[in-house]
């Protein structure tokens, strides 16, 4: 058995469409010689010999060692990542957390200072403006559409630059490639969590990121059933930054995890193609919706990034976020009038989710922040699932009524 991708093993590898590489990428098979990736319970390996086990130690025998930082299915799901990204190198994490964490704290030391936008997923937040300076990493938080504001935060001691695009909850979509560009210029990195996008959607790395993370909870599972977390880069990214922070700290993937997600990405190209359909019928469905103040959906000619859309997606997103007239009392009304859409705090399911981003991801903001950051208190995520559209249109239709 061979850490290569089994096509490798015949031919020249060859570029195949992300649709093929979510079945076929990574793909290690044992002498048995499965259909469906095999799952590696394992904690450890055996080796014949102590001279085979030194080796493998050595890095002289290629084979694995032991699961916090090795192992087969873990490694499949990572293969398949590079290869749907167009990355190097990856490395699997337990959470998506744990990849926004290691990849932003493997690249900073005390009395760096690191630039981020400040529309960010809560915990990212945390982390950059709680967790980092605490080891005495500074850091700047701009509006990251602003292109003026990541030149004027730079310092001398910039090291990283960090965004989320399209952003939570606002759907904002910042200009990648721009930003990398001022990001290099200043001697910086530029890490992009791309969980909104979607591996299928946007690449960072194309686009002149130095690092990409996703959240694997998200569309990668799609279906509500673990957690997980992926850190993708050039091998030298990952070896200089990442590789020895997660082999000695252990923020690691769990092989059944990983063998969880290796499935999930076997649909998630018709899962997202299906979802960003659904989100593009319901926002054309809430278009001039009289109880609506707001109507935000990056596929849409109104979106206030659209030609940055057109040049860094290859389509909408599985989301939708609305403002609600009425602020939370309606935005409240609206959702517990809600029969099909759950209520909840996650996304990219196959179940459609409502949110409510002031009283749940963003609580912990002062009013004040939720604001600058456009999160009103009638303002609702909408993450698209698999059901019949006509049916997400009829209840959200219905609720907004009762609104
Ligand atoms: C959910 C999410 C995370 C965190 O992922 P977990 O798997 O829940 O730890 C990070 N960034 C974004 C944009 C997210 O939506």
Partial sequence: MSASNDNTAKAAPRKWRP???????????SNFGETSEALFLTQGFVYESAEECEARFSGAHPGFLYSRFSNPTIAMFEQRMCALEGAESARATATGMAAVTTALMGQLRAGDHIVAAKALFGSCRYV????????????TLVDGTDLDQ???????NTKAFFLESPTNPTLEVIDIAAVANIAHDAGATLTVDNVFATPLWQSPLELGADCVVYSATKHIDGQGRCLGGVILASEAFIQANVHQLIRQTGP????????????GLETLGVRVQRQTETAGKISDALDKHPKLERLIYPGRADHPQAAVI??????GST????????????AFRFQNALQLVKI????????????H????????LKPEQRLEMGVTDGLVRFSAGLEHVDDLIEDILTALDAA
């Fill in 128 to 139: 950059c403006e709680d967790h980092l300076p605490r080891y005495g990493v500074a850091c």
């Fill in 252 to 263: 690691s993937l769990s092989p059944f995890n990983a063998w969880v997600l290796l499935k």
């Fill in 344 to 355: 909840s705090n996650n996304l990219g399911d196959a179940k459609s989710i409502i949110t």
């Fill in 150 to 156: 990541w030149r004027d935060a730079v310092r001398p």
């Fill in 19 to 29: 649709e093929t590489n979510l079945v076929h990428g990574g793909t290690i098979r």
């Fill in 310 to 315: 057109k040049r860094q997606m290859r389509a």
């Fill in 319 to 330: 989301l939708i976020a609305f403002d609600i007239a009425g602020g939370k009392e309606a």
């Fill in 357 to 364: 981003p002031a009283t749940t991801t963003h609580q912990r």
